[in-house]
């Protein structure tokens, strides 16, 4: 299974690019399987700053990481993924 963290948007002050709330999103793959999770984190300033401008996303998932059970989230996905690959339900008709 592949997982892959992405920002989908990110909130912030227009007075001086304070990151406010950032929008992630983390998708898992494993062959024709998938399965993803949307959420949102809230920062406050802190000690450092980066302006807006010079963020890269690595460094925002980073910061959304450190706030996230990263583990129970991905576990999540896999399960989602497993349930797929041996369904215990199904939908039809027998004819």
């Known amino acids: 299974m592949t997982t892959t963290w992405t920002i989908a948007q990110l909130d912030r ?10 929008h ?3 998708d898992a793959v ?4 998938t399965a ?3 959420g949102t984190v809230g920062f406050e300033r802190g000690e ?3 302006a807006y401008a010079s963020l ?12 996230l059970d ?3 989230i991905e ?18 008709v027998p004819w």
């Open 30 to 33: 494993d062959g024709e399987h």
């Open 24 to 26: 992630w999103r983390v």
């Open 36 to 38: 993803g999770s949307y």
């Open 13 to 22: 002050q227009t007075s001086d690019g304070l990151v406010t709330t950032a």
């Open 48 to 50: 450092s700053f980066i």
């Open 56 to 67: 890269t996303e690595a460094q925002v998932i980073a910061w959304v990481k450190d706030k």
């Open 75 to 92: 576990a999540s996905l896999a399960a989602q993924i497993a349930a797929q690959k041996n369904p215990t339900t199904a939908t039809g």
């Open 70 to 72: 990263v583990e129970a």
